[in-house]
């Protein structure tokens, strides 16, 4: 089966979000709000496997080897797996 998995790919917490504190200062602060923001990548992969479970595994090992983050400031996290 085919399976949609999306993933966020962010700094980890207390790592310096370059990208957040823009958007922070240029839209929500501008605005006169006190949001804190935290920006990321959001990939989706469609993929073959046997169930969810699967499928998010898959994904997560994917990110990981192709290093689509660097483990030693982002993390990823699975928001998603739907039935592609």
């Given at each position: ?17 370059p ?9 929500f ?6 949001v ?13 496997a ?18 689509l ?10 928001v ?5």
């Open positions: 089966m085919k399976f949609a998995v999306y993933l966020n790919i962010a700094y980890k917490p207390g790592v310096r979000d990208e957040g504190d823009t958007i922070k200062r240029e839209l602060s501008r605005a006169g709000l006190d804190d923001v935290r920006a990321g990548r959001c990939l989706v992969l469609t993929l073959e046997s169930g969810e479970d699967e499928a998010r595994e898959k994904a997560v090992k994917l990110a990981w080897e192709l290093r983050g660097n483990p030693n400031v982002h993390v990823v996290e699975v998603r797996v739907a039935h592609a």
